[in-house]
């Protein structure tokens, strides 16, 4: 490794061993930039020290709140924040996947604007894509927005909009001419949540919680200077951001190979559920093989997306390929949580009760939660329509 990496490292080692306050060590929250949300002291000093040095987007421009380094630069940091079990200081839709976005469509005025909003965590994103007709075939969508001078009025519905009661901003896909075939006629527009033309209505699930809503949209208003790219011409951005979305869900990027699998919450070493679960000797020995079958996938599939990031020097996603490694990257992590909760056998299985450990507990939820992995960002069919056609030509 050259003199001025390894320098670089060494000044970003000491500089987090200085500044990396305690509580964002470890697993626990992470900031999402909500305005709406209290987070706690530890979680909002570690935002503010790596907003100041532009590590929250390290390789955004310094102009929009980044820092400009290259990708082994970023790959160096990430590394050091491993290495000391640091939570990344800031996620959230603006970071991974609109600021990605504009970086590449937004005017000189929005990028300054959001760009800048996102980097220090001051606004939350929420993507206002789905609708209750519209989801594999998202460019069925019907929520509308004709243009009133200076601002949009948009009428209609969304759904499934993850985090959408903590959100400050949505970006949107709307119609705005419904006179033409339906890939056409679409624009990608930034509205403030905080209107009275918008409703949400968080979906409650069984357990209780409700990490999406329903969003109403009834004369919402966007400003014409936050539609991104032209009029009517929004499919392609969706799309764009789409696979900036699946790049991270793929596990792509500076940190890809070395983060942990898409959707696992619960991360446990399946060797070592083997060793503490593991007494009859019949079903440890199959288990034993899964368990190694699955550390294989685990093995290759890492490496493909480190040689994966590592091709993608100048750090952009890749455009439909991404498709192969949310396929791959959601199978994976689906199979990881459904091992583990049949190695806890009958303990894997419980939702509240005593006699479960916490960790028992949180396993079976991380399995539950898991099945959406294949559904969120478009379903494994839906991937695997997009490899075949986009990928691999095939004919339609
Ligand atoms: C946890 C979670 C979070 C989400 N967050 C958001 C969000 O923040 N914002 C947002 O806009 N959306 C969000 N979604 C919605 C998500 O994008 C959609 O659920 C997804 O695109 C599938 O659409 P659908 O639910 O309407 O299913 P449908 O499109 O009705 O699909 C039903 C079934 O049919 C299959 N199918 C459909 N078309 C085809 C085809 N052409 N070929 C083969 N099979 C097909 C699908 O694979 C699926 O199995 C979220 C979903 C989940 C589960």
Redesign the pocket.
């Given at each position: 490794m050259n003199e001025a990496l390894e320098q670089f490292r060494s000044e970003t080692r000491a500089w987090l061993a200085a500044n990396c306050p305690v509580g964002a060590r470890g697993p626990g929250e992470i900031h999402s930039g909500s305005t709406k949300v209290v987070f706690q002291p530890d979680t909002q000093q570690w935002l503010k020290v790596m907003a100041e040095r532009g590590w929250t987007v390290p390789q955004w421009p310094k102009e929009y709140g980044g820092a400009d380094l290259s990708l082994a630069e970023t790959q160096i940091l990430y590394e050091e924040m491993q290495a000391i079990d640091a939570r990344p200081p800031l996620m959230n839709m603006g970071t991974r996947m609109l600021g990605p976005t504009l970086l590449e469509h937004g005017t000189e005025d929005q990028k300054r604007r959001h760009l800048t909003l996102i980097a220090k965590g001051g606004a939350a994103w929420?993507?206002?894509?789905?609708e209750p007709g519209a989801?594999?075939?998202?460019a069925a969508l019907n929520t509308k927005a004709v243009l009133h001078g200076d601002h949009f009025q948009i009428d209609g519905q969304?759904i499934?909009?993850?985090?959408a009661q903590y959100a400050d901003w949505m970006f949107c896909l709307v119609r705005t001419d419904p006179s033409v075939p339906k890939h056409q006629g679409i624009s990608f527009v930034l509205l403030p949540m905080d209107q009275p033309g918008v409703t949400i209505k968080p979906i409650q699930l069984i357990s209780g919680s409700s990490?999406?809503c329903e969003t109403f949209l009834d004369g919402a208003l966007a400003e014409k200077r936050d539609l991104v790219g032209t009029l009517n011409e929004g499919w392609g951005i969706g799309k764009r951001l789409l696979q900036h979305e699946r790049s991270g869900q793929g596990g792509l990027g500076p940190s890809a190979g070395r983060s942990r699998p898409v959707g696992v919450t619960v991360d446990l070493d399946l060797t070592d559920l083997l060793r503490r679960y593991g007494s009859d000797p019949v079903q440890t020995a199959s288990q034993r093989d899964e368990v190694i079958q699955w550390q294989m996938r685990s093995r290759a599939f890492s490496l493909t997306q480190r040689r994966m990031g590592e091709e993608a020097r100048g750090g952009a996603a890749p455009g439909a390929a991404t498709s192969m490694f949310k396929l791959y990257g959601a199978s994976l992590a689906q199979d990881k949580q459904a091992l583990t909760a049949d190695l806890m056998g009958s303990q894997g299985m419980g939702w509240e009760a005593a006699g479960f450990s916490s960790e028992e507990l949180g396993a079976t939820r991380s399995w539950l939660a898991s099945r959406?992995v294949t559904?969120?960002?478009?379903?494994?069919?839906?991937q695997a329509?997009i490899i075949a056609k986009r990928v691999l030509g095939l004919p339609d």
């Open positions: 929420c993507q206002g894509y789905s989801g594999s075939d998202l969304k499934w909009t993850s985090g990490p999406f959406a559904i969120y960002g478009g379903t494994n069919e839906v329509n």
